[in-house]
């Protein structure tokens, strides 16, 4: 059963505007990743915050942890055409070590 | 560094027939993921190793599915017979360790297509 779901499923914005993705999941968790995928490419890891985080940047990339909602978020600023890409959150279950990924939101860019 | 390499990248073959896919994992890594991705079901996690013993096989859909990882560097997934609704894109992953507060390290995939 899928873990986390992102909305929403499709974003399109100008370059230069901020892209903001959501994941809800279901069960507690140990910690929460984020992960880009380029259209026939594997997954890259992009960030992970703990359960006992609220919020953690790295470069352009704002991440946000509500346990309380079961919820995050995934900000990117001054967005470019090289951000287009499919962004997924994934998320572990307290008894479990298993990754389980969501449905994705497909992010697309223009120039 | 080289990253995760898994071979081949496009693969397509008839029913019937048997699916070897291969992953090398990143040099000192750990643990290991098998992955399938397809529009219905997302993606979804079939097997993984640590240290090369297989930990979790829960997410293997049925016999016909199987993986070995005989060695650190070297993994393989078998399809035996293959069938067309095993299409989809095949990822392995690596990471330093099992534990679930790690990075995993993608491969590009193998896209498998099943006439």
């Known amino acids: 059963s899928q873990q986390g779901e992102e909305d929403p499923q499709a974003l399109s914005i100008q370059e230069g505007e901020n892209a903001t993705m959501n994941c809800s999941y279901k069960t507690s968790i140990n910690n929460l990743q984020w992960y880009r995928q380029n259209s026939g490419r594997g997954l890259v890891h992009l960030i992970l915050?703990?359960?006992?985080?609220r919020e953690k940047h790295s470069g352009r990339l704002r991440v946000t942890l509500d346990t309380s909602k079961k919820s995050s978020s995934l900000l990117i600023t001054a967005s470019r055409a090289a951000d287009t890409a499919s962004y997924f959150c994934?998320?572990?279950?307290?008894?479990?070590?298993?990754?389980?990924f969501g449905t994705g939101t497909r992010l697309q860019v223009f120039p | 560094d080289a990253g995760v390499i898994q071979s081949p990248r496009h693969e397509v073959t008839e029913m019937g027939q048997e699916v070897t896919l291969r992953c090398k994992p990143i040099?000192?890594?750990?643990?290991l993921f098998w992955y399938r991705q397809t529009m219905m079901r997302g993606l979804e996690l079939l097997i993984y190793?640590?240290?090369?013993?297989?930990?979790?096989d829960s997410g293997m859909p049925e016999d016909r599915f199987s993986a070995k990882m005989p060695n650190a560097s070297f993994s393989t997934l078998k399809i035996q017979p293959s069938e067309p609704r095993d299409s989809a894109v095949y990822f392995c992953a690596s990471s330093s360790f099992w534990n679930s507060n790690q990075p995993q390290h993608f491969g590009d995939g193998t896209r498998l297509s099943i006439l």
């Open positions: 915050i703990r359960s006992n985080e």
């Open positions: 190793f640590n240290n090369n013993v297989p930990i979790d």
């Open positions: 994934a998320t572990d279950a307290k008894n479990t070590d298993k990754l389980i």
């Open positions: 040099s000192g890594h750990n643990s």
